[in-house]
């Protein structure tokens, strides 16, 4: 399942590449402004459109709540921007249809961590300490979009947060799931253009706000 | 009395007859209409005799009645930013459901999304 916004250049690429090996590519245009949605209605198998712009965390959960009504066995995240491998995606849902675990989640340090950029990285380990402390989950990454959830693990993950603050959000979701987590080695593709989408780090201050807002607020 | 309490009480009593009638007609909850009510009549009290604050002030532990109507401010605009976050958010998120059971409605073979509260039938 591949959120998606704004992507109109590569998410043809992306869908082909994911279709390949996986025949039921859900995506999700969540309300671009540019030509995704008619790339993704010739290209997709399964379109899905919001109507609105509502964030990632919405359209992973509206993606989710297809796929389960479709009779997916497994759910997988991939992102449109073409940043994840589909070698390491392959190994995942393997670990996850093999019964190695329920919840298989990529981890870009274990890998080959040289492509992750210096800055990027310590901002990324503020946020994985940051889990450690709140939700006592012992992940190596926890901003990582490269996820695959068994069925059962799938209908426990109901995200509310709309904008980014929902990787957090899934991060205490899965804490509390009690099902087998594994992670996975994989390698991010830092091109120019998965960078420029990607998060700006002063993202990182707006994630944890809305998410401690959340956490009191409910 | 200067032409600008009588410009800044006018506005009050403007407010207060606006709120009581919500209130009478049942638009805003009573105990609200009442507090709002309450809070204009200090406030119409304020402006007539400004002195009387800075004894209420002196009575608190603050040297003067305008610092205590800035403290109060200040925990009103607080307050005020907090409670529309907060129905900001709510609307927001109400949105969100709207916008996502849209998308699966409209999907091709679409049928409505299940409630992803039990998982225990599933395989």
Known sequence: MIPVFNESSVIADVVAEVRSVFPNVVTVDDGSSDETWDVLRRNSPHPLRHLINRGQGAAIQTGTDYALAQGAARIAHFDADGQHRLEDLVRMVKGVADGECDIALGNRFSGDASTVPAFRKLILRGGILFHRVVSGVRLNDVHNGLRVFSRRAAFKMEITADRMAHASELIDLIARSDLPIKEFPVTIRYSEYSKAKGQRWTNGFRILFHYLVARIAG | ?123
């Open chain 2, 1 to 123: 009395m200067t032409p600008i309490q009588i410009a800044i009480i006018a506005c009050l009593v403007g407010l207060a007859s606006f709120v009581g009638i919500a209130g009478a007609t049942r638009k805003i909850a009573r105990p609200i209409a009442l507090l709002w009510l309450v809070m204009l009549l200090v406030g119409i009290l304020a402006t007539l005799d400004p002195n009387r604050t800075t004894v209420i002030a002196r009575g608190l532990g603050i040297d003067r009645g305008t610092d205590l109507l800035l403290y109060a401010l200040v925990l009103a605009v607080l307050q005020g930013f907090l409670i529309f976050y907060l129905r900001l958010r709510k609307v927001r998120r109400e949105l969100t459901i709207l916008v996502r059971r849209l998308a699966i409605l409209e999907a091709p073979g679409g049928s409505p999304a299940p409630e992803p509260t039990d998982c225990t039938e599933q395989p």
